[in-house]
């Protein structure tokens, strides 16, 4: 049997595609999905949504984990740091009862527990002490 051939194919065969999809099209969901996302400027986009639920009681914040979790080693050295920084200080002032709830609910703050592991893995280069204000 002859395999299927698209025009856009780039070697003139489709064994990529088996027919369903034009190579072109296939090619373009494959880089994209190798190269780096733009999350802005020194990752910003990252920090802001991090910080839009750090604090939240909703399903958002085990979005945000489970998504900072993926992205993580494809993040800015920068922005790692201001998450660590302020992840940190939020388990800080829960334990010492600052605040109205700085991690959510307790189901939340087992989620952002998952993001602390992170550190273990992929630890920022220099991550700022936390001070007690």
Do not use: N
Request: glycine share 6%; net charge neutral; charged share 25%.
């Amino acid at each position: 049997m002859a395999r299927p051939v698209h025009t856009s194919c780039p070697d003139g065969g489709c064994a990529i595609c088996q027919g369903d999809w034009p190579c072109a099209r296939l090619a373009a969901r494959k880089s994209l999905s190798t190269a780096k996302p733009d999350y802005g400027f020194d990752d910003l986009m990252v920090t802001a949504a991090f910080r839009y639920c750090l604090g939240r009681q909703t399903y958002i914040v085990s979005e945000c984990t489970a998504w900072l979790i993926r992205v993580w080693p494809t993040l800015s050295e920068r922005a790692r740091i201001i998450i660590q920084r302020e992840l940190e200080q939020a388990f800080y002032d829960a334990s010492v009862g600052r605040g109205y709830l700085p991690l959510g609910a307790d189901c939340d703050r087992k989620e952002w527990e998952k993001v602390r592991g992170l550190w273990a893995t992929h630890p920022p280069l220099q991550p700022e002490p936390i001070v007690a204000a």
